[in-house]
């Protein structure tokens, strides 16, 4: 992924929900894409973005070994169901596997059953089942 992509990804992030400006998309991937813990991949035709996935290491706690997150996974509407997100989600494995990484996870919403179908076809399974809690604090 680089900045010329920004305003396609953020396009692709609202069919998702997320809306976020510009400044916020661009300050974000500031702020991770020169950082080695975290890997940005998109999947193109000519110019458009098709698809992207954020993976992101996470350290080894006293609980668990380190491992890698996929934060974000996202393909074009019109374009799922013909290998994109199976393409990309390989390339992360792979990224993940060349940082010595040898567990990938993943958390998807409950709503988001196509996406739990997408990731038990390609091996993923259900390892636990959480509620996230937020605090907005200033």
Same mark, same amino acid.
């Given at each position: 992924m680089? =900045? !010329? &992509?920004? %305003?396609?990804?953020s396009?692709? $992030?609202?069919?998702?929900?997320?809306?976020s400006?510009?400044?916020d998309?661009?300050?974000?991937?500031?702020?991770? =894409? !020169? &950082?080695? %813990?975290y890997?940005?991949?998109? $999947?193109?035709?000519?110019?458009?973005?098709?698809?992207?996935?954020?993976?992101n290491?996470e350290?080894?706690?006293i609980?668990? &070994?380190a491992?890698v997150?996929?934060?974000a996974?996202?393909?074009?509407?019109?374009?799922?169901?013909?290998?994109?997100?199976?393409?990309?989600?390989?390339?992360?494995?792979?990224w993940a596997?060349?940082?010595?990484?040898?567990?990938?996870?993943?958390?998807?919403?409950?709503?988001?059953?196509?996406?739990h179908?997408?990731?038990m076809?390609?091996?993923?399974t259900?390892?636990?089942?959480?509620?996230?809690?937020?605090?907005k604090?200033?």
């Open positions: 680089t =900045s !010329n &992509d920004l %305003s396609q990804v396009a692709l $992030a609202t069919q998702l929900g997320y809306t400006s510009m400044t998309i661009t300050a974000r991937f500031d702020s991770i =894409s !020169n &950082d080695p %813990s890997a940005l991949f998109v $999947a193109k035709s000519e110019m458009d973005v098709l698809g992207f996935i954020q993976v290491m350290p080894v706690s609980l668990i &070994d491992r997150d996929i934060a996974l996202i393909v074009k509407e019109e374009c799922r169901g013909n290998g994109i997100g199976q393409k990309l989600l390989v390339h992360a494995e792979n596997k060349g940082q010595g990484i040898s567990i990938v996870r993943v958390r998807s919403n409950t709503k988001r059953s196509d996406a179908r997408f990731y076809r390609e091996g993923y259900i390892s636990k089942v959480s509620n996230i809690f937020s605090k604090i200033s």
